[in-house]
Antibody, heavy 118, light 110 residues
């Protein structure tokens, strides 16, 4: 059974960089697209972007200038960096596997709350 | 990219049917048969309920069905049950090789 687990600081200061890692267990990270999705409290889902195991990426145009994703196949991990954060970036961040490359998110992490505050 | 448009809320009584709409553009919903629907209970991660407009993953009850006409996709839940009360989100692949979600619909089972 594939499992995903997000990890990283739960509190980030304004203007700094948010960094999260998703560790995949129970299966290989290879040959799949891996996405980050966030959800502010009481609000809807927002797709942040995705990375293929080759390193190829696609980002949400509204966040593209601040987002960087990377993958480490040797550790079965992929990561998110979001720079110049503000309070508007406070949200639960999910990592998810896209098995078919078009938004077929069949496995999700439990989500991790990141708060942006000084 | 703009979020797909969903009604904020819908409601129905047990046993009834409800339909949730999801409206996009020809660059997303209307251009691809890559619409998915997710169910999210409070405090939980979303769960895939429908993919490729009308297909159900293994384990999803056949009470859940999906369709699409033009730029609008729909999720229908028949024979409503108390456990169906949740938030529902549509998503679509886009012409920019990205994914866009709808704003979400809160389903209340009366």
């Amino acid at each position: 059974q594939v499992q995903l687990q997000e990890s990283g600081p739960g509190l980030v200061k304004p203007s700094e960089t948010l960094s999260l890692t998703c560790t995949v267990s129970g299966g290989s990270i290879s040959s799949y697209y891996w996405s980050w999705i966030r959800q502010p409290a009481g609000k809807g889902l927002e797709w942040i972007g995705r990375i293929y195991t080759s390193g190829s990426t696609n980002y949400n145009p509204s966040l593209k200038s601040r987002v960087t994703m990377s993958v480490d196949t040797s550790k079965n991990q992929f990561s998110l960096k979001l720079s110049s954060v503000t309070a508007a970036d406070t949200a639960v961040y999910y990592c998810a596997r896209d098995s078919r490359s078009y938004g077929y998110f069949d496995y999700w992490g439990q989500g991790t709350l990141v708060t942006v505050s000084s | 990219q703009s979020a797909l448009t969903q009604p904020a809320s819908v409601s129905g009584s047990p046993g009834q049917s409800i339909t949730i709409s999801c409206t996009g553009t020809s660059s997303d919903v209307g251009g691809y048969n890559y619409v998915s629907w997710y169910q999210q209970h409070p405090g939980k991660a979303p769960k895939l309920m429908i993919y490729e407009v009308s297909n159900r993953p293994s384990g999803v009850p056949d009470r859940f069905s999906g369709s699409k006409s033009g730029n609008t996709a729909s999720l229908t839940i028949s024979g409503l049950q108390a456990e169906d009360e949740a938030d529902y989100y549509c998503s679509s692949y886009t012409s920019s090789s990205t994914v866009v979600f709808g704003g979400g619909t809160k389903l209340t089972v009366l």
